[in-house]
């Protein structure tokens, strides 16, 4: 079983900055893909980024250029860097972790980010 908890969700107003971490414990397959997904009210939930264990990187099109997706290995934890935020970003950001070769997703508890305007 594997856990992952979030952390680094709030209020920040239109332009600002926040960070999102999730770290993973319990037995963690690899090579697996860590990132971040999000659902608006009212909205389908959509990947927003997504990092391979090698770092490969995606992003859905309306984040790209602001956010940043990043990984650290040794501590099973992944980051969401959003910088100048809008409140179109306004959602719940669930992390998740997938193994390349076992088809289970291991979810977060998800964490709120509301921006300002």
């Known amino acids: 079983q594997v856990q992952l908890v979030e952390s680094g969700g709030g209020l920040v107003q239109a332009g600002g900055s926040l960070r999102l971490s999730c770290t993973a414990s319990g037995t963690i397959a690899s090579p697996n893909t860590m990132g971040w997904y999000r659902q608006a009210p009212g909205k389908q939930r959509e990947l927003v980024a997504a990092?391979?264990?090698?770092?490969?990187?995606n992003y859905v099109d309306s984040v790209k250029g602001r956010f940043t997706v990043s990984r650290d290995n040794a501590k099973n934890t992944v980051y969401l860097q959003m910088n100048s935020l809008k409140p179109e970003d306004t959602a719940v950001y669930y992390c998740?972790?997938?193994?390349?070769?076992?088809?289970?997703?291991?979810w977060g508890q998800g964490t709120q980010v509301t921006v300002s305007s």
């Open positions: 998740y972790l997938r193994p390349y070769y076992w088809d289970q997703v291991n």
């Open positions: 990092i391979t264990s090698a770092g490969t990187t």
